[in-house]
């Protein structure tokens, strides 16, 4: 292809470990992150300019641990406004890998183009030896410009692995090959550069999504309480007294809930805030249990706690209807 065909691809910058910096090469978990630019990113690999068309954008440049809604409805706005015009035929977004999956389910669910959108992160930083990012982004950037990536929705691609938003999270704190699906299965692969695709997520986003954030100011305070043996109600009341809409809840198992927790929990939806029943495990599906319906409870499906909060803060800004609520943890 020669390079006035080639797709035009742009690159945000929000930070994370693929822009880290550390004292010495040997230094694999202790360095700072958000260090580097974008364009120190995009002349680190070359190579992109062989694939596409390259232009950056610096979003921001921080740790993930510190992302915010704001900055999830500015990405989300900017990721918009890009693919709307002619002169982009794809995204790829360089972050943290520890909410990556965060951001990238939030934009799943918001970004209203079929065009791919890919997230890439990096386990090492920059100065790392064997530094992953160089390659992660090389293989974003050839999988944002590939056609065969058009309608899944966002994608997540490290360490060479093809994942959709909804199903793919960070499973190992610190290995090289962190982020899988727990059951569903990747999508596919990145072999030298060319994406290969095998399977399809069948939950709606993007386009299909009925979510709209260009008047959003702010998203409705969802609070996540982690269950555990000899529970209590007191941190339910604290997200109450804080000003929650909604509390997802990590249960045991199969969303089990203590029971003093689970007063706490049904005197809060009495108060209007609606509630979510995940589980703790991190795999598998939670079922709704009549005591959950008859407390207006929402189950979660198979999304993890933080998933579920990002759907249902979005779900909020439409309804506080357990019963429409519950409709769209059925369907996204």
Same mark, same amino acid.
């Given at each position: ?5 080639? #797709? /035009?691809?742009?690159?945000? @910058?929000? *930070?994370?470990? &693929? ?24 002349? @680190?690999?070359? +190579?992109?300019?062989? %694939? ?5 954008? +610096?979003?921001?440049?921080? #740790?993930?641990? =510190?992302?915010?809604? +704001? ?13 709307? !015009? ?21 934009l799943h669910l918001t970004v209203k183009s079929d065009k791919p959108v890919v997230m890439v992160g990096a386990m090492r930083p920059a100065t790392a030896l064997g530094a992953d990012g160089p390659l992660n982004l090389f293989n974003g950037v050839a999988?944002?410009?590939?056609? @065969? ?6 994608? &997540?691609?490290?360490?060479? $692995? ?22 569903? *299965? ?16 069948? /939950? ?13 100011? !702010?998203? #409705? ?11 209590? $109600?007191?941190?339910?009341? @604290? =997200? ?10 990590? *249960?045991?198992?199969?969303?089990? &809930?203590?029971?003093?927790? /689970?007063?706490? %929990?049904?005197? =809060? ?43 249902? !803060? ?6 506080? +209807?357990?019963?429409?609520? /519950? $409709?769209?943890? !059925?369907?996204?």
């Amino acid at each position: 292809m020669s390079k006035e065909n080639l #797709p /035009r691809i742009t690159i945000l @910058a929000v *930070g994370g470990t &693929i822009a880290g910096k550390g004292a010495n090469a040997t230094q694999t978990t202790q360095y700072q992150a958000g260090v580097l630019s974008v364009e120190a990113l995009i002349t @680190a690999v070359p +190579q992109v300019h062989d %694939l596409a068309e390259v232009s950056g954008y +610096q979003i921001a440049n921080i #740790p993930s641990f =510190a992302i915010t809604d +704001q900055l999830w409805l500015l990405l989300a706005r900017k990721v918009n406004e890009l693919l709307a !015009q002619s002169n982009c035929d794809g995204v790829v977004i360089t972050h943290g890998t520890d909410t990556l999956e965060e951001t990238a389910y939030f934009l799943h669910l918001t970004v209203k183009s079929d065009k791919p959108v890919v997230m890439v992160g990096a386990m090492r930083p920059a100065t790392a030896l064997g530094a992953d990012g160089p390659l992660n982004l090389f293989n974003g950037v050839a999988l944002a410009a590939s056609e @065969a990536a058009r309608g899944h929705g966002v994608l &997540i691609s490290l360490n060479g $692995r093809i994942g959709s938003a909804r199903e793919t999270g960070k499973r190992h704190t610190v290995a090289i090959d962190a982020f899988g699906p727990p059951e569903a *299965g990747l999508l596919g692969d990145m072999v030298d550069g060319t994406p290969h695709f095998y399977y399809k997520s069948m /939950r709606k986003h993007t386009v299909k999504s009925e979510f709209g954030i260009s008047d959003l100011r !702010q998203l #409705p305070r969802v609070d996540i309480v982690f269950g555990h043996s000899q529970d209590t $109600r007191d941190l339910v009341d @604290a =997200a109450v007294a804080a000003g929650a809409e909604g509390i997802v809840h990590a *249960g045991t198992g199969n969303g089990g &809930i203590f029971p003093l927790t /689970r007063q706490g %929990l049904q005197d =809060a939806n009495k108060r209007g805030v609606m509630v979510v029943s995940t589980s703790r495990i991190g795999n598998g599906f939670v079922t709704p249990k009549p005591v959950d319906l008859e407390s207006h409870f929402v189950a979660s499906d198979n999304l993890t706690p933080q998933k579920a909060r990002i759907l249902l !803060q979005l779900g909020l800004t439409q309804t506080h +209807q357990a019963t429409e609520i /519950r $409709r769209m943890f !059925q369907i996204y």
